[in-house]
Every structure is written in C-alpha cells, then in structure tokens.
C-alpha cells in the first residue's frame, strides 16, 4: 500500500510555470506505475501523463505536449509535474495516482489506479 500527498499547486498567470510534488510513503513506490490526473468543476477526471518504475517511459495526453513534464525520484520517494505555458483551461484539482501492472502507453483510465493523493489545486489566469 502507497499513501500520496501532493503539492505545489496555486495561482498563476497565464503563461507561467509551476511544479507539482507527489510524496509517497513506504518502501515499494520504485514498483508502481504513476500517474497524474486533473478534474475541472464540472468535468469528469482527465488523465495528464503517466511515468514507469524508472522513469524511461513516458505518455502524455495531447493537451499537454511539450508543455509539460512528468519525472520521478524513486529515492526521494516523489513524483514530479513541471507545468509551463500554463493555459486558463489548465485550471484544474490536480492528483497524483500509483497503480501496480505493466505501463500503458496510451490515455490511462483513473479506475486503473489504485492509489491516489488528496489533490493540489492549480489556477491559471487569463
């Protein structure tokens, strides 16, 4: 079992930049397959990208393309979100997520993970 805490979110400008921080707990969060995932008001939770063990796979969803990075510190026991270019429709409650099984390079369904963090609130405006 894996508890997650994210952080980082806030209230930024359009165009501006900033990272999210998911922090596991215990010993095996080198052995999940993470994800990041968003909900707007009144929209259904997105997926924004997912990660493997080590970090040599990554899938982003399209919106989010050379914008933003998803990176691991397995020894830190921490997930990473680096958002640039931050749009208005980028507004979202942001959530960090860890299931177990094979990497999947493609929209990740949220009823794939297991575990997921409380949410980070993240405001862009225009």
Known sequence: QVQLVESGGG???AGGSLRLSC????????????GWFRQ???KEREF????NWNGGRIYY???VKGRFTISRDNPKNTMYLQMNS?????????????????FRA????????????????VTVSS
């Open 40 to 42: 707007a008001p009144g």
């Open 11 to 13: 209230l930024v400008q």
């Open 23 to 34: 922090a596991a707990s215990g010993r095996t969060f080198s052995t999940y397959v993470m």
């Open 106 to 121: 493609w929209e990740n369904q949220a009823d794939e993970y297991d575990y997921w963090g409380q949410g980070t609130q």
């Open 86 to 102: 931050l749009k208005p429709e980028d507004t979202a409650v942001y959530y960090c997520a860890a299931r177990k099984g094979a």
């Open 61 to 63: 969803t399209d919106s």
């Open 48 to 51: 924004v990208a997912t990660i």
